[in-house]
């Protein structure tokens, strides 16, 4: 079944993408994907951090908070007609 809902973390640098990525990974929380950002958010080749459930959006603040880096921009991703539409989330 394709899941038709979605979250994205957007971070300004790649490096903050992949380091929070890692960090998730290591606490075992296994619900995370690093992708390319979607060109519609962000011009360039970033990284995003998608998952399914929104809570985890506390749980990606709470490792950024914890190596003092930006507060990413977060979106929320919904599947319509094939075509994948994302609104800000304001956080």
Partial sequence: MMINRHYLAVFESRNHAILVYSLLEEGGQGQFQLIFTPCSLQAGC??????????????????????????????????????????????
């Fill in 46 to 91: 970033g990284y995003s951090i998608r998952y399914y459930n929104k809570s985890l959006t506390d749980t990606i603040i709470e490792k950024v908070k914890e190596e003092n880096l930006p507060i990413p921009k977060f979106y929320y991703g919904e599947n319509i007609q094939g075509n994948i539409r994302y609104r800000a989330l304001g956080i």
